[in-house]
C-alpha cells in the first residue's frame, strides 16, 4: 500500500505534467506559416482560353507544386493570361523551397492592374521573407500587416510576430 501512495505522489504529476505539454512544433518556422492560396481556379470550366490555367491549377489543387509551377510558367506567357495566376505561381514555388523566384512572381502580380490582391501579395511577401532568412524583414512586414487592424492575414501576422519574437527576432 505505502509502495503504491508513494508512486502515485511521485508519478502521477508527472504523467499529468508530460500530457498537459504541447508537442514541439513539427517542421520550420516557414513550413508551419505557409499556407498555398486557396484554389478558386481549378473546378472552372476548361476552355480554349483558360486550358493552361484550369490544367496547372488542378495539379497545385493535388498538391503537385513542381507541376502547376510549370503549368503556370507556360500559361503565364500568353498575352491573355489572367494576372491572378502569378499568386498560384508564387505559392506553388513557395510550396517547393524557392522563395526569391515566388517575390518576384508577386512583384509581377503587384505591377499588373489586377485588382483586389493587395493582402495576398502583402501577406505572401512576408512569407517569401521568412522562407529566405530573412527574420527581421518578415517580422517588420507582419507588424505592419497587424497595425493595419483590418488585413485579410492579420491573424496569421500576429502569430508570426509572437514566434519570431519568441525566437529573438528583432
Given amino acids: 500500500m505505502t509502495l503504491l501512495r508513494s508512486l502515485s505522489v511521485t508519478v502521477l504529476p508527472l504523467l499529468m505534467f508530460f500530457a498537459s505539454c504541447e508537442p514541439a512544433p513539427k517542421g520550420t518556422l516557414c513550413e508551419?506559416?505557409?499556407e498555398p492560396y486557396m484554389d478558386l481556379v481549378s473546378d472552372q470550366v476548361r476552355t480554349i482560353h483558360n486550358d493552361g490555367y484550369v490544367d496547372a491549377m488542378k495539379l497545385y489543387k493535388a498538391g503537385d507544386h513542381a507541376g502547376a509551377e510549370k503549368g503556370l510558367l507556360v500559361y503565364l506567357d500568353r498575352k491573355d493570361a489572367a494576372k491572378g495566376a502569378w499568386l498560384y505561381l508564387a505559392c506553388s514555388q513557395l510550396a517547393i523551397g524557392k522563395p526569391f523566384e515566388a517575390?518576384?512572381?508577386i512583384d509581377r502580380l503587384e505591377g499588373s492592374n489586377e485588382k483586389g490582391f493587395a493582402d495576398q501579395c502583402e501577406w505572401?511577401?512576408?512569407v517569401c521573407w521568412?522562407?529566405?532568412d530573412q527574420s527581421p524583414r518578415a517580422l517588420k512586414g507582419a507588424?505592419?500587416?497587424v497595425a493595419k487592424g483590418r488585413h485579410t492575414y492579420a491573424k496569421q501576422a500576429e502569430?508570426?510576430?509572437?514566434a519570431l519574437e519568441a525566437e529573438g527576432v528583432e
Avoid at 502569430?159 to 509572437?162: A, E, G, I, P, Q
Fill in 143 to 145: 507588424k505592419a500587416i
Fill in 159 to 162: 502569430r508570426l510576430v509572437k
Fill in 103 to 105: 517575390e518576384r512572381a
Fill in 124 to 126: 505572401y511577401t512576408v
Fill in 32 to 34: 508551419r506559416t505557409f
Fill in 130 to 132: 521568412l522562407c529566405s
